[in-house]
């Protein structure tokens, strides 16, 4: 029924050569994919440098591709308050390429002694796959976006202004999904994010996306990038960007990197407009803008997500 009802808030923006649109396509993947079952395990880790109480989650779940047992790594942030409202007030912490790094616990530290929660999504099954074949990113995707859910399901929010989600660089790209995809997630910090995944696989230049883009020319005999982005194009069917107003309006705060070749610029900003998102430049790469996020941006972020989550 859930989908059933939102449908009309997707696009057909591009054209897959199928009289069904796209969206209604893919929605039907997602919906067959998920199962919503989950058994949690959760034991306490102490403190944080900033006196916030540490506890592991790990979800074990369906994992959506195989439909095998998967599973999903958590890090959960208490607030050090003690304040009720403090404790439901949720933000969803997705990290970079690489997982989680000393910039994220960072994070984390400074939202959970700003009165958060702070779910650090740290790993989930087949999160690192790569094959040749271009339905890993779908597959990624589907993953992804169930990782978030779960974890959604599990916080069992009572509101829709609840629930928040931070993500940065390849952490931005899937919040950016589930951030539109799904109404129990309110408000979006994007951090070096962007939207148009097959421009975005088939340019940038980090070094596993690069590697796999030459191992596939050699593979499948694409003649230059503009031979593999049409066939990205033709196969890549999951967009954030088509889910931008799937749940209603969203409010997001985007950083951008204006020398960005990881994340390219302009599919930086296609991210801003399509969310309408108010946003911060930087004029530097992918590394010095989350950098520069991390260091300069804290306090914006935190009134942010005070602004929104109640």
Known sequence: FFFSSRRRHTRCSRDWSSDVCSSDLVLEKISRSYDASFEAQENPMGSSFLFCPIK??????????LKTPGF??????????????????????????????ILDRGTAN???????????????????????DLVMHDE???????AIRHVIDWLRPK??????????????????????FDPRLNTGVLIAGGVGMPEIIAESTEEGVSS???????AFGYKDNQEYLAD?????????????????????????????????????????????AEFDEFRGDHLSTIKNTFFWKQGKIVDFFRSHLY
């Open 110 to 132: 400074i939202l959970c002694s700003s009165g958060f929660r702070v779910v650090l999504i740290q790993t989930w099954f087949g999160q690192t796959e790569k094959k040749l």
């Open 72 to 101: 999903i790594s958590t890090k959960v942030y208490e607030p050090s308050s003690k304040n009720e409202r403090d404790s439901e007030r949720t933000i969803l912490l997705l990290p970079p390429t690489g997982g989680e790094n």
């Open 232 to 276: 990205l194009q033709r196969n890549v069917k999951i967009e954030p960007a088509d889910f931008s107003s799937f749940s209603g309006p969203k409010n997001v705060l985007a950083f951008v990197g204006l020398q960005d070749t990881t994340v390219p610029t302009p599919n930086q900003k296609s991210l801003v407009k399509i969310f309408s």
């Open 140 to 146: 990624g995707a589907l993953r992804s976006l169930a």
């Open 212 to 218: 796999l883009r030459e191992a596939r020319k050699r």
């Open 56 to 65: 592991e989650l790990r979800l074990s779940v369906q994992d959506p591709v």
């Open 159 to 180: 509101r829709s202004s609840q629930v928040g989600i931070l993500g940065t660089s390849v952490g931005a790209l899937s919040s950016a999904l589930a951030l539109g």
